[in-house]
């Protein structure tokens, strides 16, 4: 089955910083990369999304960039902010099966 | 649109009686439905997939006979977990997808069980 792996598991920037995720896969039958953003006691909020086709996706200060050879993808946050502060999941599957989530990386960005 | 629901929120039962959690699709109807544990500062692991009409999925390590799932409706999944202990404290999110398969999950607001 799928296995995905996320780093660093945790992450301090300085506010206005840029923050950077990366996720592997395992499986190449993979073919949606979803970006949680989970905060304290709340459900995962879906940040941004790509899928096999595309190599990049970029959604105002967050952009996530996707490598199918190399089977990775990354989380990119510019300009962070305070409120960026939250635990982040990567996740990956196929049209078919259920998403298999990293472990998560705890953001936190320093005012 | 896309809203699940899940209720109880939150919940507090004693050590051997079971318990409920309900989870809803509010608009849309959900062919496929998931359940996740999420223990503090972990991530959410996979527990069973349900598909309307028929028997879920477990995901290995997970005890069907423990934790019931039941997904009688296109918008209705309920998990029950049964003789509950302490270490089944968690916090038990569903995720409910249009498809049939995991394609973008919309997921409920959680619900945390303790056991006492």
């Known amino acids: 089955g799928e296995n995905v792996e996320q780093h660093p598991s945790t992450l301090s920037v300085q506010e206005g910083d840029s923050a950077v995720i990366k996720c592997t896969y395992s499986?190449?039958?993979?073919?949606?990369f979803p970006w949680y953003k989970q905060e304290l006691g709340k459900r995962p909020q879906l940040i941004i999304d790509i899928r096999s086709n595309v190599g990049e996706k970029k959604d105002q200060r967050i952009a996530v960039t996707l490598n199918k050879t190399a089977k990775h993808f990354s989380l990119h946050i510019t300009e962070t902010q305070p409120e960026d502060s939250a635990v982040y999941f990567c996740a990956a599957n196929s049209g078919n099966t259920p998403l298999v989530f990293g472990k998560g990386t705890r953001l936190s960005v320093i005012a | 649109g896309a809203v699940v629901s899940q209720h109880p929120s939150w919940v507090i039962c004693k050590s051997g009686t079971s318990v409920k959690i309900e989870c809803r699709s509010l608009d849309f109807q959900a062919t496929t439905m998931f359940w996740y544990r999420q223990f503090p500062k972990q991530s959410l692991m996979l527990m069973a997939t349900?598909?309307?009409?028929?028997?879920?999925?477990?995901e290995q390590g997970v005890e069907k006979d423990k934790f019931l799932i039941n997904h009688a409706s296109l918008t209705l999944s309920t998990l029950t977990v049964t003789s509950a202990h302490p270490e089944d404290s968690s916090f038990y999110i569903c995720?409910?997808?249009?498809?049939?398969?995991?394609?973008?999950?919309?997921f409920g607001p959680g619900t945390r069980l303790t056991v006492t």
């Open positions: 349900s598909n309307e009409g028929s028997k879920a999925t477990y």
């Open positions: 995720s409910a997808s249009k498809g049939s398969g995991g394609y973008e999950q919309y």
């Open positions: 499986d190449s039958a993979s073919n949606y």
